[in-house]
């Protein structure tokens, strides 16, 4: 080996191990980004139409109001390991209070499940029907981040 | 040098008064304010746009319990934890038999019926550029709010930042009768400029601070630490955010960003005050901010 080799090598694996460190991946803190990432893509095509930048479609709004729903009803266990929080390690915005006494998160939760659930039942129903179901479940999603997750850095 | 030390004696003792002088309580008295009363109907826009409940009710009150102004919200500073009072109509505990000119010195002096200086934790530095008509308004419509007999909590601040006389200090330094934005604005931006630094005090949270706790105004908007002391307040000028002013206004009324985020942290509180104003205030609000200096 040339000395210009060992030298390419060594930096190579620490240009690896540095990008190691920097992206810390966690798979729960993926999942859970993932899924608050499909949670806004459907929330914004309802949102679209209830701000008036798109226009209302009755299958449209179902489906994105169906999919929401299907994401409430995932059992979060497996998102929110001890230890995710952001003072414990990079990457994530979520606050150490989730996994305090006196959490009100799985509450919380539970108040967005029941809105999709509302949301759900009337979001093929017309722009206004679909506009008022809409406001509880984005209530829920304001009050989670007011308390649990932190500003961006 | 007799003379020199009766020089030095009398030049400490004209610094000292100038000092006391600079530091002292100023109140607005009856006579200043003859003639102005309050409409509790138009206080009521005065009091969304103003963001009292924000910090006068109890931590996470929704709905109608917004309206109770019982105090007790902690507020962490690098100075200690300051709580907010009660401020309901109740006679007692909160300010139900406050005059209005008491009301007005709180809220545009910073300094309480007993003469005492608040700390600048309560924005009377922005409010200090409303309108008397809208505080005597604001007024009117707090006293129609339920009262509230909890006991005002004490703040938790060490010595020096104990001493309130200190604060007159602060004050001289820093209370300023100008906005902050100075540029020619459009009418809906003036407007806009009115409610977002006299009255929903965007800047106490979006713009830096000097060492002394003073807002930077070159820096106007430009973000900050969050006071939690973690993450960032962003930089909410016009480069940085990148939105439309439609997207703007819009995300004041449903909390909503462009790509269907949702609003945390202090920040959905304002949002909440802010969906009770009319559309035109939140798109005024939305030019302004359209107008301010850009920020690195």
């Given at each position: 080996?040339?000395?210009?080799?060992?030298?390419?090598?060594?930096a190579?694996?620490?240009?690896?191990?540095?990008a190691?460190?920097?992206?810390?991946?966690?798979?729960?803190?993926?999942?859970r980004?993932?899924q608050f990432?499909?949670?806004?893509?459907?929330?914004?095509?309802?949102?679209n139409?209830?701000?008036?930048?798109?226009?209302?479609?009755?299958?449209?709004?179902?489906?994105?109001?169906?999919?929401?729903?299907?994401?409430?009803?995932?059992d979060?266990?497996?998102?929110?390991?001890?230890?995710?929080?952001?003072?414990?390690?990079?990457?994530?915005?979520?606050?150490p209070?989730?996994?305090?006494?006196?959490?009100r998160v799985?509450?919380i939760?539970?108040?967005?499940?029941?809105?999709?659930?509302g949301l759900?039942?009337?979001?093929?129903d017309g722009?206004?029907a679909?506009?008022?179901?809409?406001?509880?479940?984005?209530?829920?999603?304001g009050?989670?981040?007011?308390?649990?997750r932190?500003?961006?850095n | 040098?007799?003379?020199?030390?009766?020089f030095?004696?009398i030049?400490?003792?004209v610094?000292?008064?100038?000092?006391?002088?600079?530091t002292?309580?100023?109140?607005?008295?009856?006579t200043?304010i003859?003639?102005?009363?309050?409409?509790?109907a138009?206080?009521?826009?005065?009091?969304?746009?103003?963001?009292?409940?924000s910090?006068?009710?109890?931590?996470?009150?929704?709905?109608a319990?917004r309206?109770?102004?019982s105090?007790?919200?902690a507020f962490?500073?690098e100075f200690?934890?300051?709580r907010?009072?009660?401020i309901?109509?109740?006679?007692t505990?909160?300010?139900?038999?406050?005059?209005?000119?008491?009301?007005?010195?709180?809220?545009?002096?910073g300094?309480?019926?007993?003469?005492?200086?608040?700390y600048?934790?309560?924005p009377?530095?922005a409010?200090?550029?409303?309108?008397?008509?809208?505080?005597?308004?604001?007024?009117a419509?707090?006293q129609?709010?339920?009262?509230?007999d909890?006991?005002?909590e004490?703040?938790d601040?060490?010595?020096?930042?104990s001493?309130?006389?200190?604060?007159?200090?602060?004050?001289?330094?820093?209370?300023?009768d100008?906005?902050?934005?100075?540029?020619?604005?459009?009418?809906?931006?003036?407007?806009?400029?009115?409610?977002?630094?006299a009255?929903?005090?965007?800047?106490?949270?979006?713009?830096?601070?000097n060492?002394?706790?003073?807002?930077?105004?070159?820096?106007?908007?430009?973000?900050?630490?969050?006071?939690?002391g973690?993450?960032t307040?962003?930089?909410v000028t016009p480069?940085?955010?990148?939105?439309?002013?439609g997207?703007?206004?819009a995300?004041?009324?449903?909390?909503?960003?462009?790509?269907f985020?949702?609003?945390?942290?202090?920040?959905?509180?304002v949002?909440l005050?802010?969906?009770?104003?009319?559309?035109a205030?939140r798109?005024?609000?939305?030019a302004?901010?359209?107008?301010?200096?850009d920020?690195p």
């Amino acid at each position: 080996m040339t000395l210009t080799r060992i030298l390419i090598a060594s930096a190579l694996t620490g240009a690896l191990a540095l990008a190691a460190t920097a992206q810390e991946s966690n798979p729960a803190v993926d999942a859970r980004q993932g899924q608050f990432q499909v949670m806004a893509l459907n929330i914004g095509v309802l949102g679209n139409m209830a701000r008036g930048n798109t226009d209302y479609d009755a299958e449209t709004a179902q489906a994105a109001a169906n999919n929401l729903l299907a994401v409430s009803q995932i059992d979060q266990r497996f998102h929110w390991p001890v230890g995710t929080d952001n003072a414990s390690i990079e990457g994530t915005r979520a606050l150490p209070a989730i996994w305090e006494e006196g959490s009100r998160v799985i509450e919380i939760w539970g108040e967005f499940g029941a809105g999709a659930e509302g949301l759900a039942a009337v979001a093929g129903d017309g722009l206004d029907a679909m506009r008022a179901a809409l406001g509880p479940v984005g209530a829920a999603c304001g009050s989670c981040h007011d308390d649990y997750r932190a500003p961006a850095n | 040098m007799r003379g020199f030390v009766r020089f030095v004696v009398i030049l400490g003792l004209v610094a000292g008064a100038a000092g006391l002088w600079l530091t002292r309580p100023v109140h607005i008295t009856d006579t200043d304010i003859a003639g102005l009363t309050g409409d509790p109907a138009a206080g009521e826009a005065v009091f969304w746009a103003a963001g009292c409940a924000s910090c006068h009710s109890a931590d996470d009150a929704e709905g109608a319990d917004r309206l109770i102004l019982s105090g007790g919200q902690a507020f962490p500073s690098e100075f200690g934890t300051f709580r907010a009072p009660n401020i309901s109509s109740d006679a007692t505990h909160g300010i139900g038999d406050w005059t209005l000119a008491q009301f007005l010195t709180a809220l545009q002096n910073g300094i309480s019926p007993e003469g005492q200086h608040y700390y600048p934790a309560f924005p009377y530095t922005a409010y200090r550029l409303a309108e008397r008509q809208d505080l005597a308004d604001l007024y009117a419509f707090m006293q129609t709010l339920p009262a509230s007999d909890t006991p005002s909590e004490p703040h938790d601040v060490g010595f020096p930042f104990s001493i309130r006389r200190a604060v007159g200090a602060w004050n001289a330094l820093h209370l300023r009768d100008d906005f902050a934005v100075e540029d020619d604005l459009s009418a809906e931006a003036e407007r806009g400029r009115y409610l977002a630094e006299a009255l929903a005090h965007c800047g106490e949270c979006h713009t830096p601070r000097n060492a002394l706790g003073g807002l930077d105004l070159a820096n106007w908007l430009g973000g900050a630490p969050d006071p939690s002391g973690r993450g960032t307040i962003p930089n909410v000028t016009p480069g940085a955010i990148g939105w439309s002013e439609g997207e703007i206004a819009a995300y004041l009324n449903d909390g909503f960003t462009p790509d269907f985020d949702v609003a945390g942290g202090h920040m959905r509180s304002v949002i909440l005050n802010m969906a009770e104003l009319t559309e035109a205030d939140r798109a005024a609000i939305a030019a302004y901010l359209l107008s301010v200096p850009d920020m690195p």
